[in-house]
């Protein structure tokens, strides 16, 4: 159904005449039966208010599939940093509406998750710009470096909360359930490694490696982890060159030993191998995990023309490769931003 002909429709539903609509909208009656009769479309900006005046959302004011709405759902989120009150509550009732459909319900679930969280991580940002004001005021208190814990990962001394004992818990529950199915394994060996439950992890190790989808380099990887989890680090060493002298151009084998050498420290390494592994990836679009990696290790060695310059190459493969614009993902205008803020500082 056209726009116009929607329009009319709720209208009517309303009990609106075309004058009593004008006038809740500030404009003509002759504009509403321009619209209505195919004649003009309303501005863009008037779409929030006519779907505020008929208690609708703005997709029921347009002829969009279930699928075309799941779309818009996820590229708004992609694109804004933060959703106003009244979309995420409509986009959290069309969601729940549609989890009990045999057709959406993967999607739908997932997608509730990811309303949940970008809501979670827009208030966490505030959380953490007024907690970080409070500890400045305050640097002697110990008021509210707990929620920098929670909102920006920083460490705890306190071996009860740093743990991933629940992690751990649930992944393992979900393995069992689904034995056959390797990433979950994954998930289950890095928050082992993370906690050094070494035995543990050799043991789950083991059936990860026979499922069908183990991936081999992994596999080497994850026994490189444990040996550091062990306090071995020659052995873990020696297992990651063994490793790179087999496959010296393999894309994925250069990214984890850049991960490997990151974990360490040893950040010239670590750089070293992002870069190669960032230039043997022969998938177009390429994901950006290298070149973030590389300007976080250039910020935190100080040097931070070259983080800005990592930015710099992230937005570059983000429009070029993806084809994205800032006005379609957030994500290019977080690094610009990003990219200012470390121009801004002053270098080592």
Known sequence: MELGKKIKQYRFKSGLTQEQLAEKLGIGAQSVSKWENSVAMPDISTLPLLAEI??????????????????????????????????YWEYEEFLKGQINTSEYKKRSTELLAYLYWHRLNSE???ASRYAKEAIINAPGEKGCQWILNKTENHAAWDWNIYNHSKAV?????????????????MYLLDNLIADH??????????????????????????????????????????IMEDLLTEQPDNDAVLFETAQYYAKKCN???????????????????????????IADIYEIMEDYA????????????????????????????????EKARLLGKKQK
């Open 54 to 87: 008929f208690g609708i959302s703005i997709d029921d004011l347009f002829d969009l599939t279930t699928e075309q709405r799941l779309n818009r759902i996820e590229n708004r989120m992609d694109a804004e940093e933060e959703l106003p009150n009244d979309i």
């Open 124 to 126: 966490a940002n505030k």
């Open 169 to 185: 818990a649930f992944y393992k529950e979900l393995v069992e359930t689904n034995p056959q199915t390797a990433l979950p394994y």
């Open 197 to 238: 439950r070494s035995d543990e992890a050799e043991y789950w190790l083991e059936r990860y490696s026979k499922t069908k989808g183990a991936n081999p380099v992994m596999t080497v990887v994850y026994k490189a982890y444990i040996a550091l989890a062990r306090f071995d680090e020659s052995t873990a060493d020696r």
């Open 267 to 293: 950040y010239k390494k670590a750089i070293d191998f992002y870069e190669r592994s960032f230039e043997a990836d022969s998938r177009r679009p390429r994901f950006t995990d290298a070149l973030m990696a």
């Open 306 to 337: 070259n983080a800005a310059n990592a930015y710099g190459r992230i937005v570059e493969l983000l429009e070029k490769e993806w084809g994205l614009t800032e006005e379609t993902d957030s994500y290019i205008s977080v690094a610009n931003k």
